[in-house]
């Protein structure tokens, strides 16, 4: 029979595999096929196994649709209700339609609807009740985006599950040399991805010292050979050896002798010889390598993170706090009175320290372009050659000798072109369309996160920067591309290791946006919604619910409790907070108006009040400017602190420490509610107007204290009556311009024996009840 239909084929194991037709086919009719010879037995692929990665099979008259059980995240295997299917077959509504049911074994849920429903071609995707939509994996064969960008399951009823074949050979082949398969007339390239994405192993990777001898091993199963090169230029000795793979995939040779500070790099074999870093090594000369085979002490330090509802957080790069070159100038830095310390902060969040694409340490970057996982920049290294270990070690150290946590901003969605991943196996590190990279990243490639010594790449990197440097979180850049289940794989592994681990994620991508998704989950995540939000409201085009939803940490919708939500108005990225406010031209707040510095400190009391996780970029408590500039990601000079600026305006950054110092007092318990019950909070409205007064614990339920918020976002004056609140029983401790933790002396703002409260315009107050 001559194969007149599209055909490709894959590798499932060393001696077996599946051969995908366009069309359904009938076994008896297929010719003998062989691969190097050896005759293949052909036979019926097993529907279910299709389904479980296509979303469908077809059982006689009917498709039955199947979402299997291991493809759900560990929240959606939680979540109580039913799971339905829909489609353009059903307008996309799943409402009022039969839901799928529960297999007898359990392994799935399964809906069978008559054939008859569907056109030759449809699109479908599996939705929760609770109104969460399953996206198609990453393996389905079926996986289809539309013009709009929606990626969805197709269900094409020429492709039953019918049109997959299994093939097996008598013997096992070495398929680093890349066997092809003879059927009929036809000579079809197997594809040997699939096999790799099934491997794992748990044998120690990269290069370690035990004793007097060195090991090193590599994952590289698709590679026809491996080589280890070591070299010490001092004392003139440079050898070359041969790794040998296991069944698993991973290369490996043990060595008679200890090479502590030699370096090293691989010599891959695919089937050019290509010189590649090893991906896990710890240290390195430079971002282009080669890694330094280091001899690591493990982090022996007893600091104890604080609790994620106890939380506020600067977020800054390693060298724009001091101007200087890397971690020992930042320790020096901190080791004195200093800017950090005296803002009272207990969390850095630091920009990407791991080795970045960058030619020499001269050159700033944010480090957003990552080269290797394990290591700490050689740029940031100012001792000799390696001693960025000790640097960032000691950074670390005395951080939290100042009460501080260290948060890392960890970079696994993408990779940078110095990056050895793409050399040693681009197909099964990275997503491709074809041959190209998928970039839902903007940065030209995405990170297979679920191929399984990908996602042990990832947790081993992370349990790395626990283990040997205590530090205490990782904020996860575009986590939307790591997807759910795999972010949770990654926090249930590393709270095995720290409980108290600090997680957050930056939930979306140019893809989507999976904050929903994250709900109830290990994570927090950077709530985008609070940050244009805000700056709409202190310019007046805000709403009072809005406000509300806000302040109560976004737990009525986006958030199961209100320390998920990281509330924030600048960041690295984008605009700082100053120049997106400002009503200057340009989007340059360097010579700010008195309005925005006004909408600004309205900002941070909304900022420090509301419910959830504070974060602020560093240098925004004073007012720094980038000029209008957007993308700074290579600007030191617009980047680097100017502390003259801080001086300048001290009394902003005096107002931010007082409203930090308000959220670490006795009332600060009031603003770390996890989720507030139903009356713990009372509005007060203005009339017509986006202006608040909000009563916290209105209800007592958190005991006796209680903080009183007003303020008006408008350029006019407001008033209103408050009813059942006593001004008798009230300190007031700020007014837009002074904050003052023992009490305002004298107290500005109008508030009346009567209850009638009136705020100037662009203005906020805070009072607590009682004497502070």
């Known amino acids: 029979m001559e194969i007149s239909i599209g055909l490709h084929a894959f590798w499932e194991t060393t001696s077996s595999g599946v051969l995908c037709f366009s069309e359904d086919v009938d076994i008896q009719a297929l010719p003998e096929g062989t691969i190097e010879g050896d005759p293949i037995?052909?036979?019926?692929?097993?529907?279910?196994?299709?389904?479980?990665?296509?979303?469908?099979?077809?059982?006689?008259?009917?498709?039955?649709?199947?979402?299997?059980?291991?493809?759900?995240?560990?929240?959606?295997?939680?979540?109580?209700?039913?799971?339905?299917?829909?489609?353009?077959?059903?307008?996309?509504?799943?409402?009022?339609?039969?839901?799928?049911?529960?297999?007898?074994?359990?392994?799935?849920?399964?809906?069978?609807?008559?054939?008859?429903?569907?056109?030759?071609?449809?699109?479908?995707?599996?939705?929760?009740?609770?109104?969460?939509?399953?996206?198609?994996?990453?393996?389905?064969?079926?996986?289809?985006?539309?013009?709009?960008?929606?990626?969805?399951?197709?269900?094409?009823?020429?492709?039953?599950?019918?049109?997959?074949?299994?093939?097996?050979?008598?013997?096992?082949?070495?398929?680093?040399?890349?066997?092809?398969?003879?059927?009929?007339?036809?000579?079809?390239?197997?594809?040997?991805?699939?096999?790799?994405?099934?491997?794992?192993?748990?044998?120690?990777?990269?290069?370690?010292?035990?004793?007097?001898?060195?090991?090193?091993?590599?994952?590289?199963?698709?590679?026809?050979?491996?080589?280890?090169?070591?070299?010490?230029?001092?004392?003139?000795?440079?050898?070359?050896?041969?790794?040998?793979?296991?069944?698993?995939?991973?290369?490996?040779?043990?060595?008679?002798?200890?090479?502590?500070?030699?370096?090293?790099?691989?010599?891959?074999?695919?089937?050019?010889?290509?010189?590649?870093?090893?991906?896990?090594?710890?240290?390195?000369?430079?971002?282009?390598?080669?890694?330094?085979?280091?001899?690591?002490?493990?982090?022996?330090?007893?600091?104890?993170?604080?609790?994620?509802?106890?939380?506020?957080?600067?977020?800054?790069?390693?060298?724009?706090?001091?101007?200087?070159?890397?971690?020992?100038?930042?320790?020096?830095?901190?080791?004195?009175?200093?800017?950090?310390?005296?803002?009272?902060?207990?969390a850095l969040e630091l920009l990407p320290i791991n080795e970045y694409d960058a030619l020499n340490g001269k050159e700033y970057h944010w480090g957003y372009m990552p080269a290797h996982y394990f290591a700490p920049s050689s740029f940031y290294a100012q001792g000799d050659c390696g001693s960025q270990i000790r640097d960032f070690?000691?950074?670390?150290?005395?951080?939290?000798?100042?009460?501080?946590?260290?948060?890392?901003?960890?970079?696994?969605?993408?990779?940078?072109?110095?990056?050895?991943?793409q050399k040693i196996d681009k197909a099964y590190y990275f997503r491709l369309t074809g041959e190209n990279f998928s970039n839902f990243s903007g940065c030209g490639n995405d990170f297979r996160a679920e191929a399984p010594m990908a996602k042990r790449l990832i947790l081993d990197s992370l349990l790395h920067f626990l283990n040997a440097y205590g530090v205490d979180g990782f904020r996860f850049d575009l986590a939307e591309l790591l997807g759910v289940s795999v972010l949770e794989e990654i926090a249930q592994g590393l709270k095995a290791v720290k409980s108290d681990i600090i997680l957050i994620a930056e939930p979306w991508s140019f893809r989507n946006h999976v904050a929903l998704d994250l709900k109830g989950t290990d994570y927090a995540y950077w709530n985008d919604g609070f940050r244009d939000f805000v700056l709409q409201y202190v310019r007046g085009q805000g709403n009072v619910d809005g406000l509300k939803y806000f302040i109560k940490g976004s737990t009525d919708f986006l958030c199961e409790t209100a320390q998920q939500s990281i509330n924030y108005t600048e960041s690295h990225d984008d605009h700082c907070w100053i120049d997106r406010v400002t009503e200057n031209a340009n989007c340059n707040g360097e010579n700010f108006t008195v309005k925005d510095r006004r909408r600004t400190h309205c900002i941070f009391a909304i900022l420090y009040l509301s419910l959830g996780i504070p974060m602020i970029g560093a240098g925004q408590d004073f007012l720094k400017s980038k000029k209008g500039i957007r993308n700074t990601y290579n600007r030191e000079d617009c980047n680097k602190l100017d502390y003259l600026r801080l001086e300048q305006f001290s009394g902003t950054h005096a107002y931010v420490k007082g409203l930090i110092g308000l959220r670490q007092s006795t009332y600060g318990k009031l603003l770390k509610v996890g989720y507030p019950s139903a009356h713990y909070f009372k509005y007060f409205y203005a009339k017509n107007s986006s202006a608040l007064v909000i009563l916290y614990n209105a209800d007592h339920s958190e005991g006796k204290r209680q903080i009183l918020f007003a303020i008006n976002p408008h350029e006019t004056p407001m008033k209103w009556f408050l009813d059942n609140v006593s001004a008798d029983t009230f300190v007031q401790l700020a007014d837009t311009e002074r904050l003052c933790l023992g009490g305002l002396n004298p107290p500005l703002t109008s508030w009346s024996q009567e209850g009638r409260l009136t705020l100037p315009p662009l203005s906020c107050a805070i009072w607590v009840s009682g004497k502070y």
């Not at 950074?395 to 970079?411: R, T, W, Y």
Request: some cysteine.
């Open 41 to 346: 037995v052909l036979k019926h692929f097993s529907k279910v196994k299709f389904a479980d990665v296509s979303g469908y099979y077809l059982d006689k008259d009917f498709v039955c649709f199947r979402l299997a059980c291991s493809k759900l995240s560990r929240k959606l295997k939680q979540l109580p209700g039913n799971f339905y299917v829909a489609g353009d077959f059903n307008h996309w509504s799943w409402q009022g339609t039969k839901p799928l049911g529960l297999t007898r074994d359990k392994s799935a849920f399964e809906l069978k609807m008559p054939v008859s429903h569907f056109h030759e071609v449809s699109h479908f995707k599996f939705v929760h009740e609770s109104n969460l939509w399953i996206n198609p994996f990453e393996e389905s064969p079926n996986r289809i985006q539309d013009n709009c960008g929606h990626v969805n399951f197709q269900l094409n009823l020429r492709q039953t599950g019918a049109h997959w074949v299994a093939f097996q050979c008598a013997h096992d082949h070495d398929l680093s040399k890349q066997p092809w398969l003879q059927l009929g007339n036809q000579s079809i390239c197997i594809d040997t991805l699939p096999w790799a994405l099934q491997l794992y192993s748990d044998k120690p990777l990269g290069c370690w010292t035990e004793g007097n001898r060195t090991c090193f091993a590599l994952f590289a199963p698709r590679a026809s050979k491996v080589e280890v090169h070591i070299f010490n230029k001092q004392e003139n000795r440079d050898n070359v050896y041969p790794l040998q793979m296991d069944k698993k995939g991973v290369w490996s040779v043990n060595l008679p002798d200890n090479y502590v500070h030699y370096c090293y790099e691989f010599f891959i074999y695919n089937p050019e010889k290509t010189k590649v870093v090893d991906p896990y090594a710890k240290a390195l000369v430079s971002p282009q390598g080669p890694g330094i085979i280091t001899s690591l002490q493990l982090y022996a330090g007893n600091f104890k993170t604080p609790r994620m509802r106890d939380l506020t957080i600067l977020e800054c790069h390693v060298r724009d706090l001091t101007g200087g070159s890397g971690f020992g100038d930042l320790s020096k830095f901190l080791l004195t009175d200093n800017y950090v310390t005296s803002l009272h902060c207990n």
């Open 393 to 421: 070690q000691e950074l670390v150290a005395v951080c939290h000798s100042k009460g501080i946590a260290v948060i890392l901003d960890v970079v696994y969605n993408h990779a940078g072109i110095f990056n050895s991943l």
